[in-house]
Structure formats: structure tokens, C-alpha cells
């Protein structure tokens, strides 16, 4: 018999003990009447085991109850356990739900706004794809690898490449809330198959697109996208992720880009896009890359942010930059003629420290999206 929360399951053992002891009938005698060892009808009497179709006809036999009755017992016992063993996995689940941004996913229509705590798991379980919230129990392991590894000081590639930032409360659930919600769009979005040759025919006529800031534009880069086998996808970020971008493979033929629109700037979206292109040219299928605040020293982010940089603004063009006197009018005739938006160059020279963030802000510009 198992009792949880007012639910009471008792095994059809229970009940064959109440006819032995009607008929004074001994286990040990039991047992042989039935052809099944002591051991086994010891655990069938405790509900240790289950019983079978093939007992309950040797119990019609032995105690002269129909066999279908045994079935209805077992069916039922099996049924209340199973009832139990889900609200036993409930409250184990509460704890989980408490560190879920239950309320930002509410406010934002991507689960259905529900005060019920049983319903939010049910809602959590749907969203996610996943029976049990137990799924994320090691979600801070799983995301934060890099983490753990910087405070041994071992630098490197890892599997996931994310590094918390060390000034900053990141909430790891609301990062794979993020990045689920940027799935479920994913697979609405038709794509091609990846072909890293129609990606680098693109590069060029996505890299057009930065000069003017017009959400035609990012329509064209999303289409651009799509042929390339690339699903891009722009969702505002959730509070505590402090996340630029994020680029996984979602089958073995199609790539998910998320970008967040986290500081809003063009020169930032336009160099977060890139870096992610920056990881499918360069890196493996295996590993989710995870643009986040405080990468540096990563390798794999490193290299992204290196072919970001020389994607938009070759080695050479930006030494050309450098040697000419920063000024806007400068700056935009170098844009012009490099097919960029002025901002692009302005946050490489401010992230390079040639200029300061205080000068030239008119150049920047918010992204239109």
C-alpha cells in the first residue's frame, strides 16, 4: 500500500491477503497451490510485483474469484500508483518551477497565463517538449561548462561555449527559455538545406544590407538566410540572460541564428549576425555557441569575433581607416565606399578604443527592426 497527499493505492495483494485469512489458508500452502515460489507470492501480496493475466486465471482457480476481478484490482492499483507517482514528481518539479520565469513567459504569450502551479508545469512540460521539469535539473552544469572551467583557469574550447558573466545574476532557465522559444520559431521557418557554398556566395549581398538601416533589409537578410539553410530568427531578450546571440543546428540540415535585440544599435546587431555566421563557417554541429557578456579569452568566440570583424571591415581597409583622421565626414566616406553603415565602423574604432563611446554618437543609430 503507498499513500501520498490523500491518495491511496493498495495492491490486489492486499486483498488476496484478507481471502487467505478467510479461508486460514497459509502463504506457504498458498504457494504450492498456486505452482509459484514463496518469494513470489510474497512480493505479489506486498505489490512488489505485478499481476499478470496468467495469475489471475490461477487465482480464479485457487480462490474461486473470477478472473477478470484480479485484472480490475491490478489495472486499478496501477492506475492510483501511477497518479501518485506523478504528484510525487510534482513537487519535486515545484522546486524547479520557482527558478523558471514563469511570469515573463506569461506576459509574453508564450505559455498560457495560468495561477495553478500543476497547470504552469503542465504549461512548462508543453512548451519545452519534455515530460518532466527533472529535465533541467542539471541545467546550470550544462550551460555554464565554460564557467566552471574559467575558475580552474583551463581556457579553451568547451562543449557549450557560454561563460557567465561574473558581475552579473544570469538566470541559466530564463537562457533556455530564450533559446527554446527561438526553436519553436525556427521550425516555422522554411529553409532550404544547409549549403556552406550558398553561404559564402551570400555573404557579400548579406554584408550589402548593412549600409541602410530599413527593416526591408533584414527581410532580405532573412531571406538570404533561409537559402542558405539558416533560420534567423530576432527575439527581444528575457530579463537576467544578458545574451547577444545564440547559433545551434537544429537537424543535420538546417541552422537556428537568434539574435536578441540587447542594446539595439545597428553597428551591434549587424557585428552579433556575423559572429554567429562566424561559427557555422568555422565550428562544428555538435556545439550550442552562446553570445553572451564576458567571452573573452574563449577560442571559439574569439574566432567568431575575429571573422565578424573582418567580414565587416577588411584587415586592410581598416588599417587605411586607422592612418586617416577620424572624423565624421571621414567616416562616412570610408562607409560609402566600403558598402557599410558609418555606425559599423564607428563601434569597431570605439572597440579598438581608437575613438571614445562620448564622440561621434550621432553616427549611431538604433536597428530597424
Known amino acids: 500500500m503507498k499513500i501520498f497527499n490523500n491518495i491511496v493505492a493498495v495492491p490486489p495483494g492486499e486483498t488476496i491477503k484478507d481471502e487467505l485469512e478467510f479461508l486460514k489458508m497459509s502463504q506457504v500452502e498458498f504457494s504450492k497451490r498456486m505452482g509459484i515460489s514463496e518469494k513470489h507470492i510474497s512480493h505479489l501480496i506486498n505489490g512488489e510485483v505485478a499481476l499478470t493475466y496468467d495469475m489471475a486465471i490461477k487465482l480464479e482457480s485457487v480462490l474461486g474469484i473470477e ?47 495560468t495561477k495553478d502551479v500543476k497547470e ?18 542539471n541545467v546550470e552544469e550544462k550551460l555554464l561548462v565554460v ?41 516555422e521557418i522554411e529553409t532550404k538545406e544547409f549549403s556552406k557554398e550558398k553561404l ?69 546587431f549587424w557585428f552579433n549576425f556575423f559572429h554567429e555566421i562566424g561559427h ?30 573582418n567580414t565587416l571591415i577588411s584587415p586592410k581597409d581598416f588599417k587605411a581607416i586607422k592612418e586617416m583622421e577620424l572624423t565624421k565626414s571621414n567616416i562616412c566616406f570610408m562607409a560609402n565606399k566600403l558598402g557599410v553603415h558609418p555606425s559599423i565602423i564607428l563601434g569597431r574604432l570605439q572597440n579598438e578604443k581608437l575613438v571614445d563611446y562620448k564622440v561621434l554618437y550621432e553616427l549611431k543609430e538604433d536597428i530597424n527592426i
Open 200 to 268: 559564402e556566395e551570400n555573404i557579400e549581398k548579406m554584408k550589402a544590407l548593412t549600409k541602410e538601416n530599413k527593416k526591408e533589409n533584414i527581410e532580405e537578410l532573412k531571406n538570404l538566410c533561409n537559402e542558405s539553410g539558416i533560420a534567423l530568427v530576432i527575439l527581444p531578450h528575457l530579463p537576467k540572460t544578458y545574451v547577444d546571440g545564440v547559433c545551434k543546428w537544429i537537424g543535420k540540415d538546417k541552422v537556428l541564428i537568434v539574435l536578441s535585440n540587447r542594446g539595439k544599435k545597428l553597428d551591434r
Open 67 to 113: 478472473a477478470s476481478f484480479w485484472n480490475n484490482l491490478e489495472s486499478k492499483y496501477r492506475e492510483v500508483l501511477a497518479r501518485i507517482e506523478e504528484e510525487e514528481k510534482q513537487e519535486k518539479e515545484i522546486e524547479i518551477l520557482d527558478k523558471m520565469p514563469v511570469k515573463e513567459l506569461i506576459k509574453r504569450g508564450w505559455i498560457n497565463n
Open 120 to 137: 504552469q508545469i503542465r504549461e512548462l512540460r508543453s512548451f519545452f517538449k519534455i515530460a518532466s521539469l527533472d529535465y533541467f535539473k
Open 147 to 187: 564557467y566552471n572551467s574559467l575558475k580552474e583557469n583551463k581556457l579553451g574550447e568547451e562543449p557549450i561555449l557560454f561563460k557567465k558573466a561574473l558581475d552579473k545574476e544570469i538566470c541559466e532557465y530564463s537562457m533556455a527559455s530564450w533559446i527554446r522559444k527561438a526553436e519553436i520559431e525556427a521550425m
Open 280 to 309: 557555422i563557417m568555422k565550428h562544428g554541429k555538435k556545439d550550442i555557441f552562446i553570445n553572451a557578456d564576458e567571452t573573452l579569452g574563449m577560442k571559439g568566440e574569439e574566432e567568431a569575433n575575429l571573422y565578424a570583424k
